[in-house]
């Protein structure tokens, strides 16, 4: 099972990231998708997730109403758009896959990782 993250980058405070998560190895369209992130040092921390019919999106407080989850089942990717970037959101995202098929906030469901993208925001 290969996870591969995408997309990061660096931007400035306000501006907006899309990153992807392209998944092999596993069917995809059976699986719950997360994205996680972690800072230097930190706990990982739950960003959002999506159940695998692509309903019930789930998100964290201090991302909800910036960032949108979306998958496409077909392309076995999984979409996190980021709006209103803040230097707090400064992280290495990483992406994740369950087996409950469900949108789950806890690490400890997921049982596939991939080795995550740096997002930097610069104030």
């Known amino acids: 099972v290969q996870l591969q993250a995408s997309g990061g980058g660096l931007v400035q405070a306000g501006d907006s990231l899309r990153l992807s998560c392209a998944a092999s190895?596993?069917?995809?369209?059976?699986?719950?998708m997360g994205w996680f992130r972690q800072e230097s040092g930190k706990e990982r921390e739950f960003v959002a997730a999506?159940?695998?019919?692509?309903?019930?999106?789930y998100y964290a407080e201090p991302v909800k109403g910036r960032f949108s989850i979306s998958r496409d089942n077909a392309k076995n990717t999984v979409y996190l758009e980021m709006n209103s970037l803040k230097p707090e959101d400064t992280a290495v995202y990483l992406c994740?896959?369950?087996?409950?098929?469900?949108?789950?906030?806890?690490?400890?469901?997921?049982?596939?990782w991939g080795q995550g993208t740096l997002v930097t925001v610069s104030s």
């Open positions: 994740a896959a369950n087996p409950t098929a469900y949108a789950i906030g806890a690490a400890k469901f997921y049982t596939h």
């Open positions: 190895g596993l069917r995809f369209s059976l699986y719950g």
């Open positions: 999506i159940s695998r019919s692509a309903g019930q999106p």
